[in-house]
């Protein structure tokens, strides 16, 4: 016999909502205001949905929060609260949206939704403020970045991912990386041509450069112009020597402004950074030995503390 969903008693109906397949949900939600809030405030636990961008397409990927249990005499760990881990991808255009489940492919319309309302939707009824990963590749037109700019004000990670061109690469970061908490640019497009430090200057929070295959180009004029507040550089080629220079230099920059904040840069395993070499003809102090962090101060009380090991050096501007 048909069971009337919305006149179940409330603990009943959250059951219910929490039992539904992740597209059961969503779909739940699209029936009306009411349904929508009721979707929304069961709270339905998912990973961090994971967006990409093909052509003239957001992808949203979602699937259920995965809860491994800490019990090793199992011989399979339980995930979730009794419910199967199920992973479904949207296809979101205007108008509608394909929703890719199982071995499926199901088209929902809704005429008076643009892009921009089903991305509103998807992260109300699951309690997100923004998007929380973005990823950019080559099936990614530079013509549609304006688009997204303007239907994604806010994500909280931006990931320009291999395979990438430089120029979809490049336009991506500088289009793109302002509306972003923190940014993984995970390919070296750098050379004489197109050096690094009009990336650089650009007002940012975090942004990690990412590539273990080609090494990053640092130069000591790079570190002076940067103007991101938390700054990571993963593989770099740069000097003891400039390293020394660059903290000389913030020495002697009595009363000017320096935006970063945290600068770590990871040089290639075979290149050690000589401790000595960094801080030569600088006065510091020991922090804690056992922590290879060194402190520095300059004539108007700014401080800046230096960890250096094998092949890391940080700068943190205090």
């Given at each position: 016999m048909p ?25 739940l939600?699209?029936c009306?205001?009411r349904?929508?809030n ?6 339905r636990r998912?990973e ?5 961008v ?6 949203f990927?979602?699937s259920?929060?995965?809860?491994l ?6 011989d399979d ?15 979101l255009?205007d108008?509608?949206?394909?929703i890719?489940?199982?071995?499926e492919?199901?088209v929902?319309?809704?005429p008076e ?11 109300s009824?699951?309690?997100e403020s ?13 013509e549609y970045?304006?688009?997204i700019?303007?239907i994604i004000?806010k994500?909280n990670s ?6 990438c ?13 302002p ?12 050379d004489?041509?197109n050096d690094i430090?009009?990336?650089?200057t650009?007002n940012?929070n975090?942004v ?5 295959e080609?090494?990053?180009k640092?130069?000591l ?5 940067s103007?991101?507040d938390?700054l990571?550089?993963r ?9 020394n220079?660059f ?7 009595s ?6 904040k945290?600068?770590t840069?990871?040089?290639k395993?075979?290149?050690?950074i000589?401790?000595?070499?960094v801080?030569k ?5 020991f ?5 290879h962090?060194?402190?520095?101060r ?8 230096i ?11 205090e």
């Amino acid at each position: 016999m048909p069971i009337r969903l919305l006149s179940l008693p409330s603990k009943d109906l959250q059951y219910a909502i929490n039992s539904m397949d992740l597209g059961d949900v969503i779909a739940l939600s699209l029936c009306s205001n009411r349904t929508k809030n009721l979707v929304k405030d069961s709270k339905r636990r998912i990973e961090p949905i994971h967006a990409e961008v093909y052509g003239n397409r957001i992808r949203f990927n979602i699937s259920d929060f995965q809860e491994l249990q800490n019990d090793w005499d199992q011989d399979d760990l339980d995930l979730g609260d009794g419910v199967d881990n199920e992973f479904i991808s949207l296809d979101l255009f205007d108008s509608l949206i394909n929703i890719h489940r199982a071995n499926e492919i199901e088209v929902w319309r809704r005429p008076e939704f643009a892009q921009c309302d089903w991305i509103v939707h998807l992260l109300s009824i699951f309690n997100e403020s923004m998007i929380p990963r973005l990823r950019i590749s080559d099936s990614c037109p530079i013509e549609y970045m304006n688009t997204i700019k303007q239907i994604i004000p806010k994500c909280n990670s931006l990931e320009i991912i291999r395979p990438c061109s430089n120029d979809v690469a490049r336009k991506a970061f500088l289009k793109l990386a302002p509306i972003a908490e923190e940014v993984n640019f995970e390919i070296n497009i750098f050379d004489n041509d197109n050096d690094i430090s009009k990336f650089l200057t650009l007002n940012l929070n975090s942004v990690n450069f990412i590539d273990f295959e080609s090494p990053f180009k640092l130069e000591l004029s790079d570190l002076l112009v940067s103007n991101i507040d938390h700054l990571s550089i993963r593989i770099v080629n740069i000097t003891d020597k400039e390293l020394n220079r660059f903290a000389k230099l913030w020495m002697k920059g009595s009363h000017k402004f320096y935006r970063p904040k945290l600068i770590t840069l990871v040089l290639k395993r075979e290149m050690d950074i000589n401790k000595e070499e960094v801080l030569k003809g600088i006065q510091y102090e020991f922090v804690e030995e056992s922590t290879h962090q060194y402190r520095i101060r300059r004539g108007d009380g700014k401080e800046l503390s230096i960890r250096i090991f094998a092949y890391i050096v940080d700068f943190e501007f205090e």
